[in-house]
């Protein structure tokens, strides 16, 4: 079965750096999308980045271009979420999930992805 373990969350300063990574396991598909989720109190989940299987296209959120990285390890075992010059209202639960569609609506389509993982929390002080 697929699972999805995320990892690497914690408390930093504004302007730091934290590397989300996500375990993937039972999820061999070649296609398909790859995501990050967060989701803060009173606030709807929100897509923050995205990674085609098949093309390796990624796609972000405005609010987070130029900060956030998302990418794969080489055995395709691993999927990260590098960011950078973290900002006091990045803070929230950041999930990681798998789906069979990806795309710019990747990110405002939740119900797209089929497994999510348990979540890590996220935060940022000033």
């Known amino acids: 079965q697929v699972q999805l373990v995320e990892s690497g969350g914690g408390s930093v300063q504004a302007g730091g750096s934290l590397r989300l990574s996500c375990a993937v396991s039972?999820?061999?598909?070649?296609?398909?999308?790859m995501g990050w989720f967060r989701q803060a109190p009173g606030k709807e989940r929100e897509g923050v980045a995205s990674l085609s299987l098949l093309t390796r296209t990624t796609y972000y959120v405005d609010s987070v271009k130029g900060r956030f990285i998302i990418s794969q390890d080489g055995a395709k075992s691993t999927v990260y979420l590098q960011m950078n010059s973290l900002r006091p209202e990045d803070t929230a639960m950041y999930y990681c999930a798998a789906g069979r569609y990806c795309g710019t609506s990747s990110l405002s389509r939740p119900e797209w992805y089929n497994h999510w993982g348990q979540g890590t929390q996220v935060t940022v002080s000033s």
């Open positions: 039972g999820y061999t598909s070649n296609r398909g999308c």
